[in-house]
């Protein structure tokens, strides 16, 4: 749908979270506890924290949890009853105040699991969910969006993206067809507007690299030694996949007692030696070297290729995390200068 352009003030913002919750919505948004600002629910905008760049984890948990029930199963004497989790159950939710990088994210996440075979959970969840971004008006060494065909005032995932003119107004972009629901039902909170330039309302970052260059430079670099070089320092811990909203590696569990189990789906990593090793105990990616190149091969060679965009948003989170200090974005650059 073509783009609907209206204003919204602080306080019609402040009515509009109240409503969102009465309605029987669940709204998420950063909230700030101790100095770390996550995702949690929110009754009201005062507990929301716009102030942070990122929060430490993305808001892909809301459609992909750590942790989540696949199934209930029971053991008879000659069969399994099987019963699948109720998606119909599952609630509506907002994420306000989601950064437009987060947004963008459930793009590839939801292309890893809709693709071909489609995930009918994690659909369900994104089906229910409507996502109301908030442009960046500021950025740190770390972010790269720009690189990544982003930027700190994209609309791409998101279904209302605010931009704040001023500390008591912002200007709302409706995108998509759930957020014209969300106007359509609180239309006098909102003003009409003509076209804003977003340009001086939001953060300067500069583009790093291109990827045109990265896929180009990654066609000849699978048996480089500069992984090895780049990998010295991993430690194979995983936060980098964790905090990451791309990122759509699990494992599959069962939880048996007796008779009675459950399965579960939780988060895993490609960066992890145990996720490649076969029962034969052979593992086709035995170096944590290995494991680097398959990390950005797959979200800026295999995923362009196969789904026609990069499986990275430029967010940074990934080096904000690193207990070894690895930066992907400095990683990209010497690759595309190599």
Known sequence: MEIINKILDKSSLTVLVEKLNASGKEVYAPVNKKG?????????????DFDCIATKQSAKSLV??????????????DDVIVKNVDITAFPEVIAFGTRPCDAAGFIPLDAIFTTDNVDEIFKARMD????????????????????VNGGPGNTSGSDILLTEMSPNEYYAEIITEKGKSILDANAALFKDSAVVDKTPLVAKIEQQFTEEVINEKLKT???????????????????????????GCFDIQDE????????????????????????????????????????????????????????CVGCGRCSRACPSDMNIAEHLTQIAKG
């Open 36 to 48: 770390i600002t996550e995702f949690e629910k929110v009754a009201n905008l005062q507990e929301m």
């Open 64 to 77: 992909f949890p750590k942790v989540e029930k696949l199934m209930n199963f029971e053991k008879t004497f």
């Open 128 to 147: 229910k969910l409507t996502i109301i971004s908030i442009s960046c008006k500021k950025a740190d060494d770390f972010c790269f969006c720009t690189s």
């Open 221 to 247: 670099l699978f048996e480089s030694d500069i992984w090895d070089t780049q990998a010295m320092r991993c430690v194979g811990c995983g936060a980098c996949a964790f905090v990451c909203p791309a990122c």
């Open 256 to 311: 048996t007692k007796g008779k009675d189990g459950v399965r579960h789906r939780c988060w895993d990593s490609c960066g992890f030696k145990l996720f490649t090793l076969h029962t034969s105990g052979h593992n086709p990616r035995e170096k944590q070297a290995q494991r680097w190149r398959q990390r950005i091969y797959h979200k800026f060679s295999y995923q362009p290729e196969q789904q026609k965009q990069f499986g």
